[in-house]
T-cell receptor
Framework: KNQVEQSPQSLIILEGKNCTLQCNYTVSPFSNLRWYKQDTGRGPVSLTI?????NTKSNGRYTATLDADTKQSSLHITASQLSDSASYICVVSASGGSYIPTFGRGTSLIVHP | DTAVSQTPKYLVTQMGNDKSIKCEQNLGHDTMYWYKQDSKKFLKIMFS???????INETVPNRFSPKSPDKAHLNLHINSLELGDSAVYFC???????????????FGPGTRLLVL
């Protein structure tokens, strides 16, 4: 069964600090992995998309890494800002057929001043 | 201009009623989706349409019926609403079929459905 596990479930950090969120998956055969940011009361917004051959991808202060061998991904946030407070969701899609995505439950990040 | 819009934003209704949620995208995308986000914030895909053709239909009760009158619209009709249908429903769109072309999905603001 395809699964995506994220850790930690929640995280509180001080403004200006860095943090790293983890995503482990068992989706097979792998097609791509995405990280989304979801602010409270809004729809998810895509941060990064990575395929099997990509190890890292950046979007401003957000850097995602992918290890397809160990089936792990991380999202690193540099110099956090108050606006980074949100839920971060890891989504992995399988190839072949209808490319149905499997969502993680998300990591809730709170950035304190 | 809003890229992906949904109406209504809030929907409160009685059990057993029939209701519809509308979605429109002005991005010129070929593919549209409906997702359900439960109280634990867990997102799950329900349906996907590509150029008005149904391509993903997850294990959703047949009380849920999507309708795509044209490429820019994907509406969700729900019959005989149940308490467990209470959730936030998100519409999304992408330029091509998801994953294969690694295209970004653009989500609407969500419709908060509460069944009493």
């Amino acid at each position: 069964k395809n699964q995506v596990e994220q850790s930690p479930q929640s995280l509180i950090i001080l403004e200006g600090k860095n943090c790293t969120l983890q995503c482990n998956y068992t989706v097979s055969p792998f097609s791509n992995l995405r990280w989304y940011k979801q602010d409270t009361g809004r729809g998810p917004v895509s941060l990064t998309i990575m395929t099997f051959s990509e190890n890292t991808k950046s979007n401003g202060r957000y850097t995602a890494t992918l290890d397809a061998d160990t089936k792990q991904s991380s999202l690193h946030i540099t110099a956090s800002q108050l606006s980074d407070s949100a839920s971060y969701i890891c989504v992995v899609s399988a190839s072949g057929g209808s490319y149905i995505p499997t969502f993680g439950r998300g990591t809730s990040l709170i950035v304190h001043p | 201009d809003t890229a992906v819009s949904q109406t209504p934003k809030y929907l409160v209704t009685q059990m057993g009623n029939d209701k519809s949620i509308k979605c429109e995208q002005n991005l010129g995308h070929d593919t549209m989706y409906w997702y359900k986000q439960d109280s634990k914030k867990f997102l799950k895909i329900m349906f996907s349409y590509n150029n008005k053709e149904l391509i993903i239909n997850e294990t959703v009760p047949n009380r849920f019926s999507p309708k795509s009158p044209d490429k820019a619209h994907l509406n969700l009709h729900i019959n005989s609403l149940e308490l467990g249908d209470s959730a936030v429903y998100f519409c999304a769109s992408s330029p091509y079929r998801d994953s294969q072309y690694q295209e970004t999905q653009y989500f609407g603001p969500g419709t908060r459905l509460l069944v009493l």
